[in-house]
């Protein structure tokens, strides 16, 4: 069984999904504790399943470095085999990313290398593409730059607005989501084995 952290900023919607994906008793993961740099909406589907959540405030710490610290102490506890950044929009200092790789995996709305950053989805469709997608990443020290897990084309339709065309990329990042920790868990994905850009 593959011990998850997860780690949120806002509502938890990808986290839900995966929480539910994990009552299946077929599948390979369970959630061991949820955190958070901010006190969280997502901390309702936490209650509602019964994982523990931990708080790293980042306006509680004097710079990045410490709050980093103070993160990676406040995970320990969990021995988490992997940790999934799900909406979590707090870049990880190179320390964390260091400490924590390669078994720490984020999703991403675009199709990487395109569109990286916090803004992926306005960015899309700003820039009039016809197409964005959803990938999900092993994190490193970079912004979206770590070796691509998995990665699926998501279209941009005809008056989507960022709400519409990001609901519906939410819809393949879950997805893409639970089959790359479902992958990880039964070891026909090997992140020791994912080669560095």
């Not at 021995?79 to 995996?105: E, N, T, W, Y």
């Not at 569109?115 to 970079?142: E, K, L, Q």
Request: with cysteine; hydrophobic share 45%.
């Amino acid at each position: 069984m593959l011990n998850l952290v997860v780690l949120i900023s806002g509502g938890g919607s990808n986290l839900r999904a995966l929480l539910e994906a994990t009552r299946n008793p077929d599948f390979p993961a369970r959630i061991v504790a949820i955190g958070a740099d901010r006190e969280a909406e997502g901390f309702s589907h936490a209650e509602a399943f019964g994982v523990p959540i931990f708080t790293v405030p980042f306006s509680s710490y004097p710079d990045r470095d410490a709050w980093g610290a103070a993160l990676l102490e406040a995970m320990e506890p969990w021995k988490a085999d992997l940790v999934v950044l799900s909406g979590f929009m707090r870049l990880l200092p190179g320390a964390v990313a260091q400490a924590l790789s390669p078994h720490c995996i984020n999703t991403h709305p675009a199709y990487l290398p395109e569109f990286p950053g916090a803004h992926a989805v306005r960015d899309a469709i700003r820039a009039g593409a016809t197409r964005s997608g959803a990938s999900v990443i092993v994190v490193d020290d970079g912004v979206d730059t770590g070796p691509i897990l998995a990665q699926e084309r998501v279209p941009v339709l005809a008056g989507d607005g960022e709400a519409e065309l990001h609901d519906r990329i939410k819809m393949v990042e879950r997805r893409l989501l639970e089959q790359v920790v479902r992958d990880i868990a039964e070891g026909t994905l090997d992140l020791e084995k994912v080669s560095t850009p």
